[in-house]
């Protein structure tokens, strides 16, 4: 592998080329992008999927600005392709703009961070005062903008108003890039002000993208389709490409051929099954067997295998879905047990309502990578199969859930189950233990190799609400092994625990009861209780949790 490594974060085309940093060659984009006929193109993809690094791409190679971006491009695909693609190489002035920023708390706020993308574009722009084609009124402009002086109108018509300059400059029409453009109105329906967020872009992206004759071709990214409707109602000539589509369809994330040479070139082809498993699984179009880039650079950065695939921020919506969101539940819990589910899909999200509308969710959810088609059912009704796409995306589902279900079912009855164990109400403690095991894993799939360390991790997840009066110690040497799970308290006259989780298992025990002989048996020829005692605590109750499936029995002595 002749390269400096993997640029972990590394979204800008030209700094990656410069520090040679392994790329993987996505360049025949741009040659799509120039074959595609219309003059607004949309193109939807997860998150972290390299839309940033594609729009990075397509800037360098079209700006006109860069006479020596051709060296960026050497030995990669786009350079090898007829003169139609390569005479495009620096032949247009080039808008590149984010709004991956723009996720202010309030309508206010929101338009100070509208006023900061705009003025980054400008920035770049500032040349134009000294252009002897642009009159003075329009320099103003620049100056306002530079200053952070323009008013509400003005920030609405700031990027049509700069391709009439670059136009005019140049004389030659505009490539306007607009990375990222759904994160505002995401951001401003979890906030609480999208009714005006979209008053705001509908007037924005109207006056941009409508009858401009400064265009040559808009090319926008986003992990959602928003309706049309409700922000681009005003742009013609506009065409959406989502994960259902075949165009651009192996673009974006790592293609098996692809994964094929970097698993050759990095030299993990003993991890290659559990790669598949944990990050492959996403289709686009009729691409199976597409690998989550993100996840993909940053295992291969520190040769774990882990969910790398997470930002606590781009998950709000999908929370905020599911938190209200009764009508899922059932088929959340299939999709966590590896079923495909039939479901419509709308991929035209309808933001607002969108957690009482079931058509909109799934489609939500498809799109931004929580799923993938498994099966086509009816095109015409947009009837898909989908499933959960591996085994990373599965823990990340599996969080959400299990916050849901935090929020949801436990709620302030957490409190009062503690209270009933530290004050040794035990037989109040274990009816509404059994009432939330029944509860919780009606949302969750337990598989048989994993139940044990499921029912531990839920009861200690549990008990972190009394951190401010216990230490809670897991898997830790007592005596001559190594107990579950042992609740300190931190006065020592207060009530000291050890807690003993078995999975009933079918070929050695037959009852739940045998279980729990054998749970008492363990804590007490390995002494589980001896760090405690040696330590001066002397009221400690040992409590055995047995399980079989979804039924619970607990014993205290």
Not at 172 to 180: A, C, G, H, N, T
Not at 268 to 292: L, M
């Amino acid at each position: 592998m002749v390269s400096n490594g993997i640029g972990i974060g590394e979204s800008d085309f030209k700094s990656l080329r410069l520090k040679n940093y392994y790329y993987i060659d996505k360049t025949m984009y741009i040659k799509d992008i120039i074959d595609n006929s219309s003059k607004v193109v949309l193109v939807t993809r997860p998150r972290r999927f390299g839309k940033t690094l594609n729009m990075s791409m397509l800037k360098y190679y079209f700006d006109c600005r860069q006479k020596d971006n051709r060296e960026l491009f050497n030995g990669l695909k786009i350079l090898e392709q007829e003169e139609k693609y390569t005479s495009k190489l620096g032949a247009y002035p080039v808008i590149y703009m984010t709004l991956k920023d723009v996720t202010e708390t309030t309508y206010e706020k929101m338009l100070l961070d509208m006023k900061t993308a705009v003025l980054g574009v400008y920035r770049e722009c500032r040349y134009l005062l000294k252009s002897d084609k642009i009159y003075d009124d329009e320099k103003q402009l620049i100056e306002d903008i530079l200053w952070c002086r323009e008013d509400e109108v003005s920030l609405k018509n700031a990027i049509k108003e700069l391709t009439r300059m670059l136009y005019e400059h140049y004389e030659k029409p505009v490539i306007l890039l607009l990375d990222e453009y759904d994160v505002p109105l995401q951001n401003a329906y979890v906030e609480g002000f999208y009714d005006e967020a979209v008053k705001f872009f509908k007037t924005f992206y109207g006056v941009t993208f409508k009858d401009n004759p400064y265009l040559e071709k808009t090319v926008i990214t986003g992990v959602s389709r928003v309706a049309k409707e409700s922000i681009f109602s005003g742009a013609n000539n506009f065409d959406v490409y989502t994960v259902l589509d075949n165009e651009f369809a192996d673009d974006f994330g790592i293609t098996e051929e692809e994964m094929e040479k970097v698993i050759e070139d990095f030299e993990v082809q003993d991890d290659k099954e559990e790669i598949k498993r944990w990050y492959d699984g996403y289709k686009i179009g009729n691409v199976e067997g597409i690998y989550n880039p993100w996840s993909i650079i940053n295992y291969l950065n520190k040769k774990e295998l882990m969910p790398y695939w997470v930002n606590t921020s781009s998950n709000d919506l999908i929370k905020l879905i599911l938190k209200n969101s009764e009508t899922v539940k059932e088929k959340i819990e299939r999709l966590l047990k590896g079923e495909a589910i039939e479901v419509k899909i709308d991929l035209e999200t309808v933001i607002v309502g969108i957690e009482n509308n079931e058509d909109n969710i799934w489609g939500l959810m498809l799109g931004t990578g929580y799923l993938k088609v498994e099966e086509t059912v009816d095109v015409s009704e947009g009837i898909y199969k989908v499933k959960l796409p591996n085994y990373e995306i599965k823990l990340l589902f599996s969080q959400i859930i299990d916050d849901w279900f935090r929020n949801k079912v436990i709620g302030n009855d957490l409190k009062s189950i503690l209270k009933d164990l530290v004050t040794l109400n035990l037989s109040e403690y274990e009816k509404k233990f059994r009432i939330l095991v029944k509860e919780m894993f009606s949302y969750m799939d337990v598989g048989e190799n994993t139940a044990e360390n499921f029912y531990h991790a839920f009861v200690l997840g549990m008990l972190v609400g009394l951190k401010d009066s216990y230490y809670v110690n897991s898997n830790r040497e007592s005596g001559i092994g190594r107990y579950d799970i042992m609740l300190e308290p931190k006065d020592k006259n207060g009530n000291s625990f050890i807690m003993e989780f078995k999975v009933m298992e079918d070929m050695e025990e037959k009852t739940i009861d045998e279980t729990i002989e054998n749970a008492k048996k363990q804590i007490e020829e390995k002494g589980y209780e001896q760090n405690l005692r040696e330590r001066g605590f002397t009221n400690i109750t040992k409590m055995v949790y047995a399980f079989k499936g979804k039924e619970v029995k607990m014993e205290v002595y």
